[in-house]
């Protein structure tokens, strides 16, 4: 057989004309066979098991990688995409998997083997697989979690660092069913404000389901020291957080006085009372101040809307934003409306932004409703302005802040501090090398109370106030032309622009001195060829605007409540003239 191949291989190899057809249709027969065979190799070879810091030697080709889960994000981006992203850490590194059409996912801490592309995109490495056999594991990889009580991590968090628990604990805030990246504490009392220990959490894939603040759950996630924040954070999948059905959950009652801190309980379920106004079919919530809440009646309100209207009454529903009308509303009725949504706050942003920068700045057109609060005061503008927007009204350790462009034309300041719920993007910033949030509607909360000023404190410290609305006890005193507050007995000094009409700076009020309100500012001052402080749009308190200030009264005697404290039909302005 060998001496008939071997002749038959001899007779393709002549000059003789008579073989040149057959020759060529043989040849490419055979070359067939071999492609066929390459590609054949190809599909049933076994990948190999690399090591993930080995990876940038194997772009574009299939391998196997096993490691531990430590977390994973099913639809991350809320785009309907069926793919799921999970991370796998083999002790060399982490690695990304992007899993199209997943199957089954293990409990996190599990041992896993990943097979897939290495796909290598502008710097950013991840594998890419598809379908369900992309994770294989065994039941012997599914890790035995011990379940452990907060305070036990307390004691000793070094003991734990990198291992799969159990604790059972009570949730800082409510969990919407479709946050992706999400971020709360884990507590040991229902209240958050009473618990002795807590533990922050990441939580990594949608719920599902609202979970509500103060609810009792059992977690099971990988403990991590944060270098970033200085503490210790769990990693937890919300699909499988566990909710104690029987446990009672308390319903907070939102305090009309407050509602710059309304944010702090969007998408949970409360109640408020208030007086319920039904018009044109727009139902409305009215409290002792503050703005209206808009109502999303259930069907049963509806059938009783006349027995309602106009009654002082309390409602409980989910507190959710509308993005129709800039408003906080209270949904009664599990309304499905697109426009509804849970503000999610800065942090959650953020922390999308530290888990995935890359798949969230590749996502330009994504909206996202956060609320935040200024971080330093903004003057009007008619261009768009930088700004910064962080996570609390005043600095605390660990205040988290991120860069954001606010449009403009604006007629009015934005304060630091104030509270703002704002629908934004998400940009990459060539000039600063760093991300940052594209505001494209914006609705102000409340104020933060102006900042008292002490003389004492000097002007290193005051700067901190620059631009803020501020309040100071000082002597207007004038100096050619030019008005000054001055520290009473001192020589301390700064510029003072009053309002127009300020009663401070009339002949009944020269040589008090007095609690004065105004923008701080730093201008220059040619003659020395320094920077000043000065005392802007300022004027003195006078409660009930009867053109007397609240010094003068205080030291006259008569109310600051009352424009005619006695009732003779005297104003009190008038009566300290005749006694002067």
Known sequence: M???????????????????????????????????????????????????????????????????LISWVEDPYNSGDDRLDAIIDDGTGVVELRWYRPGEIPPIGTNVTIIGDVINYEGRMWIQAL??????????????????????????????????????????????????????????????GNSEHQIGMTIHSATGEWIEAGSKVTVQGVLSYQQRELRWNLGVQGPDIKIDRNHP??????????????????????????????????????GSSGSPLCVLPSDDDVSMVDSLNGKSIQMRGRLVWSTAISSWCLDKGDESNPSLVATTSIDDLLLMLNANPTAVLDSPNQHYIISAYMKYALEPSVEDESAYLVDSSGYTPGWTSIAVTIPGPRSTWLEAGQAIVANVTVAWDDENMRAELLVHELTEGEKANPMNLLWGDGAIDWGYDKNKIVRINGLAVEENGTWYLSEPGSDKKILLSAVNNCIGLDELHLGTAMTWEGRLLQTEDAQSVSM??????????????DDLSDALESSFGTSSNSQDSDGDGISDRQEYIDQS
Not at 23 to 42: D, E, K
């Open 131 to 192: 379908g369900a056999g992309a994770m294989n594991w065994e039941s012997s990889d599914i890790p035995d979690a011990p379940q452990l009580s907060i305070s036990d991590v307390a004691l000793d968090p070094q003991s734990y660092d990198g291992e799969v628990i159990q604790l059972t604990g009570f949730l800082s805030k409510s969990i919407a069913p479709d946050i992706a990246f999400g971020n709360a504490k884990l507590g040991d009392h229902p209240n958050y």
């Open 249 to 286: 959950i308390e319903m907070p009652l939102l305090d009309w006085s407050s509602q710059s801190t309304w944010m702090y309980s969007s998408g949970r379920t409360v109640d408020v009372a208030g007086v319920l106004s039904v018009e044109n079919d727009t139902w409305e919530l009215s």
């Open 532 to 545: 000043v402080y000065s005392l802007n749009n300022a004027d003195v308190d006078d409660n009930d605007n």
């Open 2 to 68: 060998a001496d008939g191949l071997k002749g038959f291989l001899a007779r393709l190899s002549t000059d003789d004309p008579e073989t040149n057809g057959p020759r060529l249709w043989v040849m490419f027969a055979i070359s067939l066979f071999l492609v066929a065979t390459l590609n054949w190799y190809a599909m049933v070879r076994e990948p190999s098991v690399v090591d993930v810091d080995d990876l940038t030697e194997y772009i574009n080709e299939v391998v196997k990688v096993e490691g531990m």
